[in-house]
């Protein structure tokens, strides 16, 4: 351990880790990023394979976009939102409802937990407003994640994010038995009757008391990178709107372009009453993020004056004008100078090349992907944290940055990482896996 990493490790506590294995594994030291790569201060380099946390949609240090930055650095950095607006966030708000089918206004806040927490509260809210306080639950999808702060943990399921904070939290009803799929050519994909028959008397039993059911589209990500049948987001949707239930779209990972789509709630053709997107809305250059929703909604708050009826998410930095000219930049660039064509090629590639390390190493099963999203799971007899803990250091060494999630390996990179770079992962991978689990 260098000196700084030693001053590191005395004064930052590091986010998801268990903070004894950082004395084994310390964290590296950033001296410059861009496009794919990150180099640390001793001149290694390695690609961002997991997007740092899947928020990288256009790279590290992208010049349009840095240039943004600092073009509104010079104008203002930022100013109360809740008296004043702005060119660039009339632009952006004009933008992103044009962008999404249904949509009507937009909402601001700094990150994701805190759209979601949002999304949630205009819910509950709305039915406040509207005299039906007993419409006051959430329904959520097994495996589902939200977030971690309160409300986005209630909504979020499994023990591992959760357990300890149950008593902070609200209860939240999740639906089991979702139809997942490894590519959208699975038969599921495109039918998932058999899947929905066991999911109905469970949702009957919650429609009369559900606000929101909140899902993320197509891709569980923390839940292991699961893919899942477009046709049950879309007999979902469905149900929702026959229910009079709102859909709220945590896009906080699939939404700007990921999975394919510039939102995975195209893959099912359907809009939602909410869409939640952070994380690639700005490149991940700004804690940033969007609440979209319908005028059916915001009517719901419209006239109202009384202070319960008024809605409360008073964030110091809503709607922030750096983050706001970074997301205004981003979309203009997915739009005016993004090469789809060559990026459709590469996640037919990036899967392909999962699918050849699944076949040369043969300790890799359930090789799934969509869009720029590959995953696999470590069989269950070469499995060991031990190993998988080898796998990520050895990948490193050789020029990889990846964040496996429990047995699950993923690569998740920018969204305009090119081939060779895609070969490069793929033999790093290899090689990280071979060493590690023979
Ligand atoms: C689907 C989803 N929702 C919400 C969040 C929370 O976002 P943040 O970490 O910015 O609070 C994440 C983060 O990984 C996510 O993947």
């Known amino acids: 351990m260098n000196h700084l990493q030693k001053k590191d490790l005395k004064y930052h506590w590091h986010p998801c880790r268990t903070l004894k294995n950082l004395e084994k594994n310390p964290p590296f030291i950033v001296k410059k990023a861009s496009g794919c790569y990150i180099e640390s201060i001793d001149g290694h380099r390695v690609i961002d394979g997991i997007s740092s946390?899947?928020?990288?949609?256009?790279?590290?240090?992208?010049?349009?976009?840095?240039?943004?930055?600092?073009?509104?650095?010079?104008?203002?950095?930022?100013?109360i939102s809740t008296t004043t607006t702005n060119q660039t966030i009339i632009e952006l708000s004009e933008m992103l409802v044009k962008l999404v089918p249904g949509m009507g206004k937009v909402f601001y806040a700094s990150d994701g937990s805190s759209a979601v927490e949002i999304a949630l509260k205009m819910s509950l809210h709305s039915r406040v407003n509207q005299g039906e306080k007993r419409r006051n639950k959430f329904l959520s999808l097994s495996n589902g994640y939200h977030g971690e702060t309160c409300g986005a943990?209630?909504?979020?399921?499994?023990?591992?994010?959760?357990?300890?904070?149950?008593?902070?939290?609200?209860?939240?009803?999740?639906?089991?038995?979702?139809?997942?799929?490894?590519?959208?050519?699975?038969?599921?994909?495109?039918?998932?009757?058999?899947?929905?028959?066991?999911?109905?008397?469970?949702?009957?039993?919650?429609?009369?008391?559900?606000?929101?059911?909140?899902?993320?589209?197509?891709?569980?990500?923390?839940?292991?990178?699961?893919?899942?049948?477009?046709?049950?987001?879309?007999?979902?949707?469905?149900?929702?709107?026959?229910?009079?239930?709102?859909?709220?779209?945590?896009?906080?990972?699939?939404?700007?372009?990921?999975?394919?789509?510039?939102?995975?709630?195209?893959?099912?053709?359907?809009?939602?009453?909410?869409?939640?997107?952070?994380?690639?809305?700005t490149s991940g250059y700004f804690p940033f993020s969007a609440v979209l929703t319908n005028n059916d909604i915001y009517n719901c708050f419209y006239d109202k004056t009384g202070l319960d009826e008024i809605f409360y998410h008073s964030h110091t930095h809503s709607g922030n004008a750096l983050g706001a000219n970074l997301a205004l930049e981003t979309l203009k660039i997915l739009k005016e100078d993004f090469d789809w064509e060559a990026f459709h090629a590469n996640t037919?590639?990036?899967?392909?090349?999962?699918?050849?390390?699944?076949?040369?190493?043969?300790?890799?099963?359930?090789?799934?992907?969509?869009?720029?999203?590959?995953?696999?799971?470590?069989?269950?007899?070469?499995?060991?944290?031990?190993?998988?803990?080898?796998?990520?250091?050895?990948?490193?060494?050789?020029?990889?940055?990846?964040?496996?999630l429990g047995k699950t390996i993923y690569w998740l990179p920018p969204l305009n990482i090119h081939k060779r770079m895609i070969d490069d992962l793929q033999g790093i991978t290899k090689r990280a896996l071979l060493r590690a689990f023979k």
């Open 153 to 281: 943990l209630s909504v979020t399921h499994g023990d591992n994010f959760k357990k300890v904070y149950s008593s902070l939290l609200f209860d939240c009803a999740f639906i089991e038995g979702i139809p997942y799929v490894n590519s959208s050519n699975d038969a599921l994909w495109h039918d998932c009757s058999g899947h929905w028959t066991k999911v109905q008397d469970f949702l009957q039993y919650h429609a009369k008391e559900t606000t929101a059911l909140i899902l993320e589209p197509i891709v569980q990500g923390a839940g292991n990178m699961k893919i899942y049948s477009q046709d049950f987001l879309k007999r979902l949707r469905a149900w929702t709107k026959n229910h009079n239930i709102h859909l709220i779209a945590d896009e906080i990972m699939t939404g700007i372009g990921r999975t394919g789509k510039m939102f995975a709630c195209e893959h099912a053709e359907i809009t939602a009453d909410f869409m939640c997107l952070s994380k690639g809305l």
């Open 53 to 79: 946390w899947w928020c990288k949609s256009l790279g590290h240090n992208h010049p349009r976009l840095t240039a943004a930055l600092l073009a509104q650095t010079n104008r203002f950095e930022h100013v």
């Open 348 to 404: 037919a590639y990036l899967l392909q090349s999962l699918q050849k390390v699944a076949e040369e190493t043969k300790i890799l099963s359930n090789v799934r992907g969509i869009g720029m999203i590959a995953a696999a799971d470590i069989k269950q007899d070469a499995y060991s944290p031990d190993r998988m803990r080898d796998m990520i250091h050895i990948a490193f060494q050789n020029g990889a940055l990846l964040r496996p």
